[in-house]
């Protein structure tokens, strides 16, 4: 119990803060909430290094004059209109319950748990001050990204740093580091993959989202990490090395990318014989955009006008009971120390 002059301002109990952060989705589906979302999302250094004298005329003029409407139209094919929100929300908001509950249960009111995004709302400058006004003098940040990569995990930092800045007392920091070679969350992986195949396939796709083949040589490890990970996942599934692949979708600008490309890839594979295939997202911690219109709308439209005649989406882990557990067990072993 603290003892304060009377006159002293008045100071929250101390709590242990835990910000779960995700990528981010625009508010609406609709032209100018889109316009903002890919304008913050795009005019990240980290997304696209482009110095901004020659990437900002081109973001601001003819790119944000069409890519709104364009990436509008996807998303209100996912879009989840009984709660006016994207699928990328509506999970992370049931990820940070089901963990709310797991945290009542195991610390017994003695930690904070709310989630912030990168890019648009709830913003990670907003929730920090909350909890910073709520009284957390400790925080544990924990991006929601199996893989590190300078696109979704630094960039996620760099935003909570930004925070900080501003704040007068800063909490002491922990941050929960890349799980993509867990033994657990493999085995969800796994578990995962095993209940969305309702037959054999011929090959399990593991689709990663791209970056820029030079971020790789500049020092970025989310290439390697991706590869481990798609190799655990085949040991834990006991497959041979020729059914289980690694691919990067999502390309973004005229130079090269992580290769192989998926939507490529699977048309190759059609090609090859291999008709009845499944593709699964690791990298995602929660199915969105990417998962919801791009792998089973252009990637699997591109499978089927090959020749191929099967295509199964596994989920993410989402809000799964499997997946809280691999998330929870992260949180607590990172929280050693701070709450017993």
Not at 24 to 53: A, C, H, I, N, Q
Not at 92 to 114: D, L, N, P, S
């Amino acid at each position: 119990m603290r003892q304060l002059p009377p006159d002293h301002p008045k100071i929250p109990s101390e709590k242990t803060g835990i910000l779960l952060a995700n990528l981010g989705t625009p508010d609406s589906p609709d032209y100018w909430p889109m316009r903002r979302y890919l304008s913050e999302f795009l005019s990240d250094k980290r997304v696209v290094d482009y110095p901004s004298w020659f990437w900002q005329p081109i973001l601001q003029g003819p790119i944000l004059a069409r890519r709104p409407s364009k990436s509008g139209a996807n998303y209100r094919m996912i879009w989840n209109d009984e709660a006016n929100e994207s699928p990328l929300m509506t999970i992370t908001k049931a990820q940070t319950a089901a963990i709310r509950g797991w945290a009542e249960q195991r610390y017994e009111g003695r930690v904070m748990i709310e989630f912030a995004m990168r890019y648009g709302n709830p913003s990670t400058r907003s929730v920090l001050r909350k909890m910073v006004e709520a009284g957390c003098t400790r925080l544990l940040f924990f991006p929601l990204y199996p893989h590190y990569a300078g696109a979704t995990v630094a960039t996620a930092n760099d935003e909570l740093f930004r925070g900080l800045m501003k704040e007068k007392w800063q909490p002491t920091l922990r941050i929960v580091p890349p799980y993509y070679d867990e033994g657990d969350y493999i085995a969800a992986l796994a578990n995962s993959v095993r209940a969305g195949l309702a037959e054999e396939v011929d090959l399990l796709i593991c689709s990663y989202h791209g970056l820029p083949a030079r971020y790789l040589r500049e020092g970025d490890p989310y290439h390697c990490q991706c590869q481990k990970t798609t190799r655990l996942l085949r040991e834990e599934l006991d497959w041979p090395e020729d059914k289980v692949m690694t691919t990067f979708q999502s390309k973004f600008g005229p130079e090269e990318w992580l290769k192989p490309y998926t939507v490529e890839e699977v048309a190759r594979q059609a090609g090859a014989g291999k008709k009845r295939i499944a593709v699964v997202a690791p990298a995602f911690s929660a199915d969105c955009i990417e998962t919801l219109e791009e792998i089973q709308g252009e990637i699997q439209e591109s499978f089927l006008h090959a020749g191929g005649e099967r295509f199964t989406y596994i989920p993410c882990l989402n809000a799964g009971e499997e997946h809280i557990a691999v998330l929870s067990r992260l949180i607590e072993t990172n929280l050693a120390g701070w709450v017993v």
